[in-house]
């Protein structure tokens, strides 16, 4: 199971990095990006403690990880400016909080943060067909969730990104240990939402090969 959105205490998570990372290890994860909530008041704070613990463990759990952030209900007009502001701060996987059907996110989210620098637009809710070919023109990601509420519009988001042939990856969003999903599990859920097999393997092979890319980009700088 390759997975690009996790969170620890850093915000709303259960466990810190080294735990997340040992059980994500034994519950057979080969790949990990840990990306907490976070916005203009912690950027500074999160982002450069979840590089040092990727730093100092690395893969001596056996499980390769990386260090991201989520944008998480920032206004749209600021999107574009947060996310590079995380770039510069070492953000490997960055993912934005999209316009999911059970919390109040801002209009106009998932079209802000398809225009800005982001590697996974998470739980996209009712996206449109217009917001997934933006997706696609820019490589950008649409998540497919295991996340209880968040899973409710994995069918429509399959469906759009189908249809314009934009990315896919199957995340958790994993806040606690019981969150952190089997591959046969994630597999179940993502034909639930109508994706095929191939679809799956695709989406955790460019899972892994995000994972990989952000880790290089991290050890070159």
């Not at 620890?8 to 990990?32: H, K, M, N, Q, W």
């Not at 907490?36 to 390769?64: K, Q, W």
């Not at 989210?109 to 009712?126: K, M, Y």
Request: proline share 4%; net charge negative.
């Amino acid at each position: 199971m390759y997975d690009l959105h996790t969170h620890t205490i850093f915000s709303d998570g259960e466990l810190i990095p080294a735990e997340l990372l040992r059980r994500a290890a034994v519950a057979g994860y080969r790949g990990i990006a840990i990306t907490d909530h976070a916005d203009f008041s912690n950027f500074d704070l999160v982002i450069p403690r979840i590089m040092r613990a990727i730093g100092e463990m690395g893969d001596l759990f056996g499980v390769s990880a990386a260090a991201g952030v989520e944008l998480t209900h920032i206004p749209p007009a600021l999107i574009a400016k947060a996310a590079a502001e995380v770039r510069m701060l070492g953000a490997g996987i960055v993912v934005c909080h999209g316009e999911t059907i059970v919390e109040p996110v801002a209009p106009g989210t998932n079209r802000a943060a398809l225009e800005a620098d982001i590697d996974v637009l998470s739980h996209p809710g009712l996206i449109s067909l217009e917001e997934a070919k933006l997706a696609a023109e820019r490589g950008i990601c649409l998540e497919i969730t295991t996340r209880k509420g968040h899973a409710l519009a994995n069918g429509h988001v399959v469906a759009m990104a189908r249809k314009v042939s934009a990315p896919m990856v199957v995340n958790t969003d994993s806040h606690a240990p019981g969150d952190l999903t089997s591959l046969d599990r994630a597999r179940i859920i993502a034909r639930g939402a109508g994706m095929t097999d191939w679809e799956f393997d695709r989406a955790q092979e460019r899972a892994a090969d995000m994972i990989q890319k952000a880790n290089l980009s991290r050890a070159g700088n």
